[in-house]
């Protein structure tokens, strides 16, 4: 493009006025108002200049192309960004989407507490303050065999907050082997930290022994800790203190143990490979004198840390300041106590997390077959030659528990007519209804496993919309 080209591409962008009268702009008006409405085309119309201006090549002639491009940015500001998506990875609890969803009757005691006054801090038999734990303490006692529990925002914060108030100013002995980073940003060397705890770090990567801890023992020791290495597993010869060792030895040095769980494990699995997780209760049993988990991992509810074990422990967190700093919404309060009333009852079955972990492969092997025959019908009506078939898959729990134990599963498969899986992702992430994929082999693969009831029709109407645009370019 020479000079004169650019100048007159910059020239024939409509004016503001003219953008903020278009019908189209004005009914944007309603819902962002026309302030947002003026800096958002404004944007928009940047954004083309500076294209302009890097010589960029365009399909449409700039007066065309400038009303486009506002009305996407305006559709795009205008849209709720946090909404549902199918997940067709055969991730069940996937961070990035949300972890566990629901299940009904936890999302019915959400819907409920959230539009109405309630007895979130009051008793109404004593008719004054009563504290929100008490939703909650009860049903984990009885769940874990606990003397006492306390529920906060993550496991994170009640890493954070058991740290804080019982070691805070001396020292925290724990196995080089497990000062692990999890998920995003929690890392164990920085939360010990941040509590103010001093961490002295003993044995060796892979091999840490009872004798390592007893040797680290000074008289300024808090607490020995053991972590959960969650997403992380090292093979070969690899050794470490077990529970009752460590609960033994806090115990005749007058210490506590404590245990970072990770994922609250809350009953056994009939699948096999999950006899090698340990329960909550078992913990417990064996000595652990505090335990942390994530509620919304293997547990199946909503975000949610809890600190559960002995009482006098617990009492000192209760106390703590920065408790005020971490405690839980209502709605959440009200999800767990709902989730807990299900494993009370022994209903857990029905936990949307539980129920996908223990699908069997007949069931998915169903559930594939039924969806791939209704995206074969839809793929006929598409001009495109989509080669749409069942696969086996291998799923998994996620959350950072059992990363090494893959889940036997299925899905349908799904190979655009240009080859691009990449293409076809991108249109079914994109969809009115985003449906996350997997990929494999240049195929879109839609795992079953952790797909919600109804999904399948959804998927279907996902597929017509992102099989159209493809064939349409
Ligand atoms: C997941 C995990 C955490 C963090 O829990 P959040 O609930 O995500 O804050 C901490 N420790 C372990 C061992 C974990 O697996």
């Given at each position: 493009?020479t000079?004169?080209?650019?100048n007159?591409?910059?020239?024939?962008?409509?004016?503001m006025?003219g953008?903020?009268?278009?019908?189209?702009?004005?009914?944007?008006?309603g819902?962002?108002?026309?302030?947002?409405?003026?800096?958002?085309?404004?944007e928009?119309?940047?954004?083309?200049?500076r294209?302009?201006?890097?010589?960029a090549?365009f399909?449409?002639?700039?007066?065309?192309?400038?009303?486009?491009?506002?009305?996407?940015?305006?559709?795009?500001?205008a849209?709720?960004?946090?909404?549902?998506?199918?997940?067709?990875?055969g991730?069940v609890?996937?961070t990035?989407l949300?972890?566990?969803?629901l299940?009904?009757?936890?999302?019915?005691a959400?819907?409920?507490?959230?539009?109405a006054?309630?007895?979130?801090?009051?008793?109404?038999e004593?008719g004054?303050?009563?504290?929100?734990?008490?939703?909650?303490?009860?049903?984990?006692?009885q769940?874990?065999?606990a003397?006492?529990?306390l529920?906060?925002?993550?496991?994170?914060?009640?890493?954070?907050?058991?740290?804080?108030?019982?070691?805070a100013?001396?020292?925290?002995i724990?196995?080089?082997?497990?000062?692990?980073?999890?998920g995003?940003?929690?890392?164990?060397p920085?939360i010990?930290?941040?509590?103010?705890?001093?961490?002295?770090a003993?044995g060796?990567?892979?091999?840490t022994?009872?004798?390592?801890?007893?040797?680290?023992i000074?008289?300024?020791t808090?607490l020995l800790?053991?972590v959960h290495?969650?997403?992380?597993?090292?093979?070969g010869f690899?050794?470490?203190?077990?529970?009752?060792?460590?609960?033994?030895?806090?115990?005749?040095?007058?210490?506590?143990?404590m245990?970072?769980l990770?994922?609250?494990?809350?009953?056994?699995?009939?699948?096999?490979?999950?006899?090698?997780?340990?329960?909550?209760?078992?913990c417990?049993?064996?000595?652990?004198?505090?335990v942390?988990f994530?509620?919304?991992?293997l547990?199946?509810g909503?975000?949610?840390?809890?600190?559960?074990?002995?009482?006098?422990?617990l009492?000192r967190m209760?106390r703590?300041?920065l408790l005020?700093?971490?405690?839980?919404?209502?709605?959440?309060?009200?999800?767990?106590?709902a989730t807990l009333?299900?494993?009370?009852?022994g209903?857990?079955?029905?936990?949307?997390?539980?129920?996908?972990?223990?699908?069997?492969?007949?069931?998915?092997?169903?559930?594939?077959?039924v969806?791939?025959?209704?995206?074969?019908d839809?793929?006929?009506?598409?001009?495109?030659?989509?080669?749409?078939s069942v696969v086996?898959?291998?799923?998994?729990?996620?959350?950072?528990?059992?990363?090494?134990?893959?889940?036997?599963g299925?899905?349908?498969?799904?190979?655009?007519?240009s080859?691009?899986?990449?293409?076809?992702?991108l249109g079914?992430?994109?969809?009115?209804?985003?449906?996350?994929?997997g990929?494999?082999?240049?195929c879109v693969?839609?795992?079953?496993?952790?797909?919600?009831s109804?999904?399948?029709?959804?998927?279907?109407?996902?597929?017509?919309?992102a099989a159209?645009?493809l064939?349409?370019?």
């Amino acid at each position: 493009m020479t000079d004169s080209d650019t100048n007159n591409a910059l020239r024939s962008i409509p004016s503001m006025d003219g953008l903020l009268n278009a019908a189209w702009a004005r009914e944007f008006s309603g819902c962002l108002g026309r302030k947002a409405v003026k800096k958002i085309i404004a944007e928009a119309l940047d954004g083309l200049k500076r294209d302009i201006r890097r010589g960029a090549q365009f399909d449409l002639p700039v007066d065309e192309l400038a009303p486009l491009r506002a009305e996407n940015l305006l559709r795009a500001r205008a849209a709720r960004t946090l909404k549902p998506v199918i997940n067709a990875t055969g991730v069940v609890v996937h961070t990035n989407l949300g972890r566990a969803p629901l299940a009904d009757e936890a999302i019915r005691a959400v819907h409920e507490i959230a539009g109405a006054y309630n007895t979130l801090e009051y008793s109404p038999e004593k008719g004054g303050r009563e504290g929100r734990n008490a939703h909650v303490e009860w049903s984990l006692c009885q769940i874990t065999g606990a003397e006492a529990a306390l529920a906060v925002n993550n496991n994170a914060a009640a890493v954070l907050l058991a740290l804080s108030a019982l070691a805070a100013g001396r020292e925290v002995i724990v196995s080089c082997g497990e000062l692990v980073e999890i998920g995003d940003s929690f890392r164990i060397p920085e939360i010990l930290s941040f509590s103010g705890a001093k961490m002295i770090a003993v044995g060796c990567t892979n091999v840490t022994r009872i004798s390592d801890y007893r040797n680290a023992i000074t008289e300024n020791t808090a607490l020995l800790l053991k972590v959960h290495p969650s997403n992380y597993r090292i093979a070969g010869f690899v050794k470490s203190a077990s529970r009752e060792e460590l609960a033994e030895l806090a115990a005749s040095r007058n210490l506590v143990f404590m245990e970072d769980l990770g994922s609250g494990l809350l009953c056994r699995f009939d699948a096999a490979f999950a006899n090698r997780e340990q329960p909550v209760r078992d913990c417990l049993k064996a000595g652990s004198g505090i335990v942390t988990f994530s509620g919304d991992k293997l547990l199946g509810g909503p975000q949610i840390g809890v600190i559960a074990g002995s009482k006098d422990l617990l009492d000192r967190m209760k106390r703590h300041q920065l408790l005020r700093a971490l405690r839980v919404d209502k709605m959440t309060l009200a999800a767990f106590e709902a989730t807990l009333r299900m494993y009370l009852s022994g209903r857990q079955g029905e936990i949307p997390v539980i129920r996908m972990i223990e699908l069997d492969k007949p069931s998915l092997l169903k559930k594939a077959r039924v969806l791939c025959r209704m995206l074969q019908d839809t793929a006929s009506l598409e001009t495109g030659d989509f080669a749409v078939s069942v696969v086996e898959t291998a799923d998994a729990v996620g959350g950072g528990a059992y990363p090494t134990d893959l889940l036997p599963g299925y899905g349908v498969a799904i190979r655009a007519p240009s080859g691009s899986a990449e293409k076809l992702a991108l249109g079914l992430r994109t969809a009115r209804v985003p449906v996350i994929p997997g990929i494999r082999d240049d195929c879109v693969i839609l795992h079953v496993r952790a797909l919600l009831s109804g999904d399948e029709r959804l998927i279907a109407a996902s597929f017509a919309e992102a099989a159209q645009a493809l064939t349409k370019r």
